[in-house]
């Protein structure tokens, strides 16, 4: 058992709280605004002054290689993302660094300026670094897995189709003053309740129990203003390996998707084998007939108002009937590996997404976000087909 029992707490300025435990360690919270100017100048400053003997930071390793290798997209394998079933949260963390861009238009300062300043100081002062975010890919297919299904094309509007108008508005400055992140907070929290305890939440634990296990004499930990209250409630706590590990994996599926998605190829192949063995071929001959056109048209239609590539709209139409017999390859994953394949997206594509310039009109244009679509719509018709096979594979039994 550690001893993390409080001392004293002190907000020696805004957003910046010293904290001292019992055994006289000490802790510099700074909560930053990401896109702030003054934020980052603020956390630069502070680590010169104080001296530490060591720096968290809100970064797990994935978006600090991210940080420090900007703008290098010939290191991303999208091929490798979409056979992973990862291009959903891939175009997500691209669009969500898009949102930061336009805010940061609003201050001149790049998003995550303070994590790349503190970086660099500790590097140039040689002072270690810790990264204690938890993964960016687990807290996104966390929020994904937890969410209901009702809340997730809530989540999915919002993520994609935002209103730009709601960034003019917007006092940056603002995000830094408590009261108005944690209202910001309660309104997320009144829309998507689980979404808000994934994202918000379960990271100030996370982020807690990371500070605890590296601290030292004296320690600075840099994170989002957002964090600083929920950071504060647990870090007298002693945080346990398990708690920790309780929400640092995704969750399985349900197991009641899982059996709808392997009945169906199951009962499929039961009309086949009852067709064939007693001698009523017609049927089985219907049915299979009705099952790929089904697929095949609705797939051609979703990659049609994707704008694909005729060679993926044929792909979608041959795959879309053998793919939806098999739930671990579905016909989106078919046919955004070909489109991928026959328009390779260029760098300026992953450019242009990763800033606040490509409208949604424009993802049509962009060979990289025109793969998302692909994958999209074309699983979307897919999926309708099954729905609407199925009833003909009732009325054979009538």
């Given at each position: 058992m550690h001893n993390f029992q409080i001392k004293s707490i002190e907000e020696t300025e805004q957003n910046i709280h010293k904290i001292i435990f019992e055994n006289e360690k000490q802790l510099y919270l700074i909560?930053?605004?990401?896109?702030?100017?003054?934020?980052?100048?603020?956390?630069?400053?502070?680590?010169?002054?104080?001296?530490?003997?060591?720096?968290?930071?809100?970064l797990d390793e994935q978006r600090f290689n991210s940080i420090k290798n900007r703008n290098k997209y010939e290191n991303i394998d999208i091929f490798k993302i979409i056979k992973n079933k990862q291009l959903?949260?891939?175009?997500?963390?691209?669009?969500?660094?898009?949102?930061?861009?336009?805010?940061?238009?609003?201050?001149?300062?790049?998003?995550?300026?303070?994590?790349?300043?503190?970086?660099?100081?500790?590097?140039?002062?040689?002072?270690?670094?810790?990264?204690?975010?938890?993964?960016?890919?687990?807290?996104?297919?966390?929020?994904?897995?937890?969410?209901?299904?009702?809340?997730?094309?809530?989540?999915?509007?919002?993520?994609?189709?935002?209103?730009n108008e709601e960034f003019d508005n917007l006092d940056i400055e603002q995000l830094k003053k408590s009261d108005a992140i944690e209202t910001l907070v309660?309104?997320?929290?009144?829309?998507?309740p689980e979404t808000k305890k994934v994202l918000i939440d379960e990271r100030d634990l996370y982020l807690a129990y990371g500070i605890q296990q590296?601290?030292?004499?004296?320690?600075?930990a840099v994170v989002g203003?957002?964090?600083?209250?929920?950071?504060?409630?647990?870090?007298?706590?002693?945080?346990?390996?398990?708690?920790?590990?309780?929400?640092?994996?995704?969750p399985e599926r349900s197991k009641t998707g899982s059996i709808i998605k392997w009945s169906i190829p199951a009962i499929i192949l039961i009309v086949f084998i009852w067709g064939f063995y007693s001698g009523n071929k017609d049927v089985a001959k219907d049915f299979a007939l009705i099952w790929i056109f089904a697929h095949g048209l609705l797939t051609v239609l979703g990659?049609?108002?994707?704008?694909?590539?005729?060679?993926?709209?044929?792909?979608?139409?041959?795959?879309?009937?053998?793919?939806?017999?098999?739930?671990?390859?579905?016909?989106?994953?078919?046919?955004?590996?070909?489109?991928?394949?026959?328009?390779?997206?260029?760098?300026?594509?992953?450019?242009?997404?990763n800033n606040s310039s490509?409208?949604?009109?424009?993802?049509?244009?962009?060979?990289?976000?025109?793969i998302f679509l692909v994958f999209l719509f074309s699983s979307i018709g897919s999926s309708i087909g099954t729905f609407i096979a199925l009833p003909a594979l009732i009325s054979f039994f009538k």
């Open positions: 909560g930053t605004a990401h896109v702030s100017k003054n934020s980052a100048e603020l956390v630069e400053s502070k680590i010169l002054e104080i001296k530490p003997d060591i720096v968290c930071i809100e959903f949260f891939f175009i997500g963390q691209f669009i969500m660094a898009s949102f930061q861009k336009k805010i940061s238009e609003k201050t001149g300062s790049r998003p995550g300026e303070e994590f790349i300043r503190a970086i660099n100081v500790s590097e140039t002062k040689g002072i270690p670094l810790a990264l204690i975010d938890r993964n960016i890919g687990t807290t996104l297919k966390r929020a994904w897995r937890l969410t209901p299904l009702k809340h997730k094309f809530r989540f999915m509007g919002s993520l994609f189709f935002s209103d309660n309104s997320f929290a009144e829309e998507l590296n601290l030292s004499n004296v320690t600075v203003a957002g964090h600083v209250p929920g950071i504060l409630k647990y870090l007298s706590e002693d945080i346990s390996d398990a708690e920790k590990q309780n929400i640092d994996f995704i990659c049609i108002i994707s704008l694909a590539h005729p060679l993926t709209i044929l792909t979608g139409f041959i795959a879309s009937p053998i793919t939806s017999l098999n739930p671990t390859i579905g016909a989106g994953l078919v046919t955004a590996l070909v489109q991928a394949i026959i328009v390779k997206p260029r760098i300026k594509d992953f450019e242009q997404l490509l409208k949604f009109r424009q993802w049509w244009e962009n060979r990289l976000t025109k």
